[in-house]
């Protein structure tokens, strides 16, 4: 045997040894990801001709068929709705709460926040150099752009070098912009320099926005509430919260909207009227805490008993207890769920457009049947809403993709 | 503590008595029958008409995010009426889904409803009190040539596929005709916007709608493609539209209707948006001056609102047949506002319509 | 130092049976129980007299008596018999009929389509991948209503007209009057072959049951499930030969026929159904895949590398080790998706399907009865969650492992 392999020679075993395939740099990734049996192979080619058609036939249509009018023209009603000409800086204003706070926040929570804020510095100037007529807008809305840019920044300076540059701090400054906000929009009925503006003239995205914030704001504290409930010893308050949640989890939130648009004014005495915007608000509500509710209940059972029974031993008050050491705790395991549910409510939203509100898609739908020179602009309008919302939750998502990250790293 | 709780409780416990005496006494002063909606509305600032913001001619929000259309304006009417003008204040579209309508009304949450309405016996024992017709409609009929649907033939409807909106009177009217007729036909039903854009794709081969009015949008269609539609002249039923008030304030429901006449009259006695001023300084016509208030009242002061109320109006909005051509005309096709029809039965009674109501005298 | 320490613990124990009655904690728990019932019961209360006071004022009528009154509304393409002579129950009835339709129909594509992006996300091939991984972060990222509109009046009314259907071999027609397909007309002779074919079934599942028991007693391969099917097969061929050779067959074929702008015989969906199910499982598969990708993800590669190491075949590794420890993980939460699909399918009024909640408008709009068809709703939405819930919990006990 040693002697026929050194008589075949150095020179015949490099040929009937080939180099091994390459198994780095591109072309190896490319064999080992695309193509390495035969019906990879052939599913590869097959998803590269169905792509290539996709995206010409969209790119062309997105390009040169597509009438975009239909967006620059509306786009100070599809932005803020019915909200009066001459007051529009105010809710330019208001809107300008959330770059600010992103950037706070980027300051805080660089792991989380980081590129969301960038994106958003990035992009802003971005869409402010774009092409297009903005109509009523016009220049006015380049320089809002801009100045997203700026309060991203100043945000993030804001929180690196000053005592705003803590957790409890950004999330304070979030709802005091928020509920400040609301009561910047609304205005005053005697005032000169902030006319009232009642929510039947708010709408567009500014409500989808204000919205979601306001649910965020009211059904998270109600969710821990039922939470606690549902795993309280007293029996009577463990069934109500069962009975509440459970209810409410099983009703699709368009047969809630309904009966909140439609019964709450039976089921309150006169001197309680809402407008249609607080009826709508208080379905999400409704439905959002029952659901928050599940997920804190998720976080409550996963603190180990022990830290119960240790916080009793040291002879801790109960509240203290569920204050200092459980929830803490709970909302922190349950995070990634929190802000899923968080985005479920966002989404949820759109559905109140069915009942006459003109929030963002709601205002879509009446620009495409109010006048004649929209009515086959379809496919450009709802393509954008879709857009528009899928930024948003997209950012939403990211965010808390990296919690969910940092957790598992056990960062967290 | 206690005292102070205590002292609180009876001053609170009295002012409550107090306000119930106070109400009570108002009450005792009001005519029978008479409500509290003008108050309300005055102390609010503002009168709400709901109205449904999808009907190019009938109600629409442009690119402004202005309310505008037929209802709207009438809406303005009724806030020149009760405040003197029209601002972008003191009137407000509450934008509502037509199957919202009768749990609106209900509710008593909005003053008028200004939403393209038909009137029937249910909805006005049901919802509130109808004021005048502003519009004869009947079922209409606008069928696709190439459905093979002859015009005015409701039995060539069988077998075929109609579209019309959801939570209208139309589902009903639409079971009606059939029975009627013995036919049958496959009905799908949208939003409004919904019900052109499935007629514009093919999905249905005619449209149910008033005989015009919410059917302004497939109009639209009509107009750009003219040759591919029928529109019929033979109508379902009849389909009167009004304007509707809350039950139980006779006050407010004669208000409103007195504005609705004035309109009229006025249009009558060829007072417009343009002349009132001049006609009211200088016609010498007894009928004008009566109606724009220059020889007291036929009831102002009861209604609380000034006695040149129709000056006010009709600066605001012009007469009825002003605002008809405003959104019914050529010229309203040109501008996008709406589209061009006939007068027909909504035209004057002078000129074969039947629009004749009571002087304001 | 022994009796301090006693004498401090006695005086405790005395100080204890002395709590005064505000400090008592069962006082305490008793007293917020009744107080917390006080609050709801009068919450309530308070909300139900607004309702009876206001209705009264309002002439809103909160009986259920109007149930039974003839409807008088149309409903298209009813999928049980249904004229404007019937009941506004049975006008209901229709509605929650064709709520399950769409649901169920929806609940098994979005599984199938679910369980395809699962795997697809997990596949080798990086482009399939992260085609998959585009699919779920475009959906997933858009409100469900959005999505819907988007399918039906961007995509299923922008099908050609029935004119111009596409058709495809079967006869299938696509057009944006909906899927119309071939279908079985049933004859007379049709019930006479179901019983055939349910005796067929019954005398299969005894013969695959008799041979399974002979492959676990003898070891030797005796097909039970391939004897079974054949079984089915030949009762059913032979039945309808038969049949057919006595008269006429048990199915006529019914073959759709365009006449004027709508096609007749044949089966149809419509496209308002087809872009409700769309959309529904659309949206819905992009969560039922993450959770089946997580589940598969969950199963240890030792596991999988043991079975192929004591020579299992692919098929036999899925079949024996990958699915049932996944299904475990994965029903679950699916049930949980399937409860969102079935709420989802209330926005049937967005793509003008008549489901339970457009009926109930019409209802509403006919009747003024606002309250007790909402309470119908809410109630009927209720029952079917919780039957899915029951179905889950179910499962669930039957894969649960049994500890030794």
């Known amino acids: 045997m040693a002697d026929r392999a050194s008589v075949t020679g150095v020179a015949d075993v490099a040929d009937q040894v080939r180099p091994p395939v390459a198994s780095t740099g591109p072309l190896g990734w490319v064999r080992a990801n695309l193509l390495d049996t035969w019906y990879n192979a052939l599913l590869t080619l097959g998803v590269l001709v169905a792509l290539y058609y996709l995206v010409r036939g969209f790119g062309g249509w997105v390009l040169l068929t597509a009438e975009w009018a239909v967006l620059t023209q509306n786009l100070q009603v599809l932005l803020v709705g019915q909200y009066p000409d001459e007051e529009i800086w105010r809710a330019g204003a208001v809107m300008l709460a959330l770059p600010f706070v992103l950037g706070l926040g980027w300051s805080v929570w660089p792991g989380f926040c980081r590129r969301l804020a960038i994106s958003l510095a990035v992009a802003a100037p971005l869409v402010a150099a774009l092409p297009v007529e903005f109509a009523s807008l016009a220049a006015g809305f380049r320089v809002y752009l801009l100045l997203n840019t700026v309060l991203v920044g100043a945000g993030w300076l804001l929180g690196r070098s000053t005592v705003f540059g803590s957790a409890r701090s950004v999330l304070a400054t979030w709802l005091v912009l928020f509920l400040g906000g609301l009561v910047f929009l609304r205005g005053f009925a005697a005032s000169e320099a902030l006319p009232f503006v009642g929510t039947k003239q708010w709408g567009g995205l500014m409500v989808t926005l204000l919205l979601s914030q306001a649910g965020i704001v009211i059904s998270f504290p109600l969710g821990i509430l039922f939470a606690l409930g549902r795993r309280s010893s007293m029996a009577f308050v463990r069934v109500a919260c069962v009975a509440y949640i459970e209810v409410l989890r099983g009703t699709p939130i368009l047969a809630l909207l309904f009966v909140t648009q439609v019964l709450l004014p039976l089921l309150l005495p006169d001197w309680m009227d809402m407008d249609r915007l607080t009826r709508g608000l208080v379905a999400l509500i409704l439905n959002n805490s029952a659901y928050m509710a599940e997920n804190v209940r998720g976080g409550l059972q996963s603190v180990p008993s022990g830290q119960l029974e240790a916080a009793r031993a040291l002879g801790m008050r109960v509240h203290h207890i569920t204050a200092r050491i459980v929830l803490p705790q709970a909302l922190r395991n349950v995070l990634p769920a929190i802000v899923g549910q968080f985005i479920i409510l966002f989404k949820d939203t759109a559905v109140i457009s069915l009942l006459g509100l003109l929030d963002f898609l709601g205002t879509a739908n009446a620009i495409l049947s109010g006048r004649q020179q929209w009515f086959n602009a379809e496919i450009e309008m709802f393509l954008f809403v879709a857009a528009v919302y899928w930024v948003f939750t997209y950012a939403m998502t990211s965010v808390s993709r990296a919690i969910e990250r940092s957790m598992s790293k056990g960062v967290g | ?361 | 130092m022994p009796a301090p320490v006693q004498g401090d613990l006695r005086s405790r124990v005395e100080t204890h049976s002395s709590v005064p009655l505000w400090r008592n904690i069962y006082v305490l728990r008793a007293v917020t129980q009744i107080a917390a019932a006080l609050l709801i019961v009068g919450l309530i209360g308070f909300l139900l007299n607004n309702l009876f006071v206001n209705a009264e004022k309002r002439g809103v009528d909160l009986g259920f008596g109007f149930l039974s009154l003839r409807a008088s509304i149309k409903i298209s393409n009813a999928a049980i018999p249904y004229s404007p002579d019937n009941s506004y129950f049975y006008a209901f009835l229709v509605g929650v009929v064709h709520t399950l339709r769409a649901t169920l129909l929806g609940i098994v594509l979005a599984t199938i389509l679910g369980v395809l992006v699962g795997v697809a996300r997990l596949s080798h091939n990086w482009l399939v991948q992260k085609i998959f991984a585009v699919y779920i972060g475009a959906i997933r990222n858009v409100p469900l209503i959005v999505s819907c509109y988007f399918f039906y009046f961007g995509l299923v009314l922008r099908m050609p007209i029935t004119k111009e259907a596409v058709h495809l071999p079967g006869p299938i027609f696509l057009s944006n009057r909906g899927v119309y397909t071939i279908w079985g007309e049933p004859t007379a002779s049709f019930g006479t072959w179901l019983l055939i074919v349910l005796a067929a079934v019954i005398a299969g599942y005894f013969v695959r049951r008799a041979l399974r028991n002979r492959e676990t007693r003898t070891g030797m391969p005796s097909y039970p499930n391939l004897a079974a099917l054949a079984l089915l097969a030949v009762g059913g061929v032979a039945g309808w030969l038969a049949l057919a050779g006595g008269g006429e067959p048990p199915l006529l074929p019914s073959i759709p026929v365009l006449k004027g702008t709508n096609f007749r015989g044949g089966m149809r969906m419509t496209p308002e159904y087809f872009a409700l199910v769309a959309c529904l499982t659309v949206y819905i598969a992009t969560y039922i895949g993450e959770i089946v990708r997580g589940a598969i993800q969950s199963i240890p590669r030792g596991q999988l590398e043991a079975a192929r190491a004591v020579g299992l075949s692919e098929i036999h590794v899925l079949r024996y080790i990958v699915i049932p420890q996944a299904l475990r993980i994965i029903v679950p939460p699916t049930i949980g998706q399937y409860i969102n699909l079935t709420k989802g399918s209330s926005l049937a009024i967005v793509v003008g399907y008549a489901d339970i909640y457009v009926v109930t408008r019409n209802i509403i709009e006919q009747s003024g009865s606002s309250a007790p068809m909402f309470l119908l709703i809410i109630a009927t939405y209720l029952l079917i969650a919780a039957v899915y819930s029951l179905i889950g919990n179910l499962y669930n006990r039957s894969v649960q492992i049994v500890e030794r």
């Open chain 2, 1 to 361: 503590m206690l005292n102070t709780a205590k002292v609180f409780a009876v001053a609170l416990a009295a002012t409550v008595l107090a306000a119930m005496y106070a109400a009570a006494q108002e009450d005792a002063t009001k005519p029978a029958g008479y409500g509290h909606r003008l108050e309300q509305v005055r102390d609010r600032g503002k009168i709400l008409c709901a109205d449904n913001t999808e009907l190019v001619a009938w109600s629409w929000i442009d690119e402004d995010g202005k309310n505008r259309g037929f209802g709207p304006d009438y809406c303005r009417a009724y806030a020149a009426a009760v405040f003197g003008d029209a601002t972008d204040d003191n009137w407000e579209i509450v934008n509502i889904t037509f199957a919202e309508r009768p749990t609106v009304m209900q509710s008593g949450e909005i003053d008028v409803m200004t939403i393209a309405n038909t009137w029937t016996a249910h909805r006005e024992v049901h919802w509130g009190n109808f004021v005048d017709i502003v519009h004869y409609a009947g079922l209409g009929v606008i069928s696709s040539k190439d459905s093979g649907i002859v015009p005015n033939d409701w039995q060539t409807l069988d077998g075929t596929t109609g579209c019309t909106g959801a939570g209208t009177n139309y589902v009903q009217m639409a079971a009606d005709m059939e029975s009627e007729y013995g036919i049958t036909f496959e009905l799908a039903l949208y939003e409004i916007g919904g019900v052109r854009d499935a007629y514009d794709a093919g999905r249905c081969d005619f449209v149910l709608t008033g005989s015009d009015g919410t059917g302004s949008f497939v109009r639209q269609l009509t107009r750009s493609t003219p040759d591919d539609h029928n529109i019929w002249t033979s109508v379902f039923g009849k389909d009167p539209w009004a304007m509707l008030v809350p039950h139980g304030d006779d006050q407010w429901f004669d208000l409103i209707r007195m504005v609705g006449w004035i309109l009229v009259n006025a249009e009558e006695l060829g007072v417009t948006q343009d002349n009132v001023e001049d006609m009211f300084a200088n016609s010498p016509s007894v009928k004008v001056q009566r109606l724009l208030g220059a020889e007291g009242t036929w009831g102002q002061d009861r209604l609380q609102i000034a006695d040149d109320v129709a000056v006010n109006i009709i600066k605001e909005v012009g007469n009825f047949g002003e605002i008809i051509h405003r959104y019914y005309s050529a010229e309203a096709e040109e501008k996008g506002w709406g589209f061009y029809r006939e007068r027909g039965p909504d035209n004057l009674y002078l000129r074969g319509g039947l629009m004749y109501v009571p002087e304001n005298t």
